[in-house]
């Protein structure tokens, strides 16, 4: 499923994190893996890339990243509040400068009104703090996990350039 | 990458996991994210699928999946030692019936003569204990990836139908 465009992603983003010394890591929910196997199909990659927590349980959110089951059931799993915590959980536990997640509805079950399919959110933690992006992605459940994945890619490769 | 091969896998997978009841986790070094994103790309795979760590840095294999400092060091991350050291601290974490572990030399850096590229351990942990299988793979780094998440998944869906 990994495009040539994800591939070109992290090859940028690999080139950028090793320049600076900085480390990356993530934590996934709808991409199901698609960001670390985009960052980790570049030979290299081991040179900043410390991992992924792909928590598609919610017990996995709980027990791999620290995000509170209170906020997992009071917000629900694609959330603001969630894609924040995964980002912060992950930036602790892997100890990296950079850390991405991705949470949303890929699709074709699990959405509803107030949550249709396409709803994911993105955080980003870095030393500073961690910010969250909303994204209203349209596709098939491929298309809007690749979507997903390219946008924390380009985030990522955003913030390390900055 | 992920080839129509490995997506069969993960629906066969999914079959029989669904229809006994059985969880799936997974622990993946030199897959990268692929068996996670193999299994996540069949929609319904939320009703067994917990999650996966990728530990790509040693640091984050000992962090996330309680793998021992010293048997990393004594050993190397490419060890029959540690394939089962994170199969078993999946399984434990994530709370699953069955996981799988994937650590290897996927290329083309990183071979030594003792430990070529190509060499990769796969663990296998349930109820009963942990079993470890070595493969010696002679693709390019992505056929490598490729070849370790299907032999990975196929060892899952041996032991899910027995």
Not at 7 to 33: D, I, Y
Request: charged share 15%; net charge negative; proline share 3%.
């Amino acid at each position: 499923m990994t495009g040539a465009a994800l591939v070109a992603l992290g090859e940028r983003l690999q080139g950028v994190c090793l320049g600076r010394g900085l480390s990356v890591a993530a934590a996934e929910s709808c991409t199901g893996g698609l960001i670390a196997e985009a960052i980790t199909s570049v030979p290299g990659s081991s040179g900043y890339f410390l991992g992924s927590v792909v928590s598609y349980a919610n017990s996995a959110k709980a027990a791999l990243l620290g995000v509170p089951e209170t906020m997992l059931e009071t917000h629900g799993a694609v959330s603001a509040q969630v894609a924040r915590a995964m980002a912060s959980g992950a930036r602790e536990r892997f100890g990296a400068d950079l850390a991405v997640s991705a949470t949303g509805i890929a699709g074709p079950d699990g959405g509803t009104p107030a949550k249709p399919v396409g709803l994911t959110y993105l955080g980003l933690a870095d030393a500073q703090g961690v910010d969250v992006r909303r994204l209203n992605l349209d596709g098939d459940r491929a298309a809007n996990r690749e979507a997903a994945a390219a946008a924390a890619l380009a985030w990522l490769l955003e913030r390390a350039e900055r």
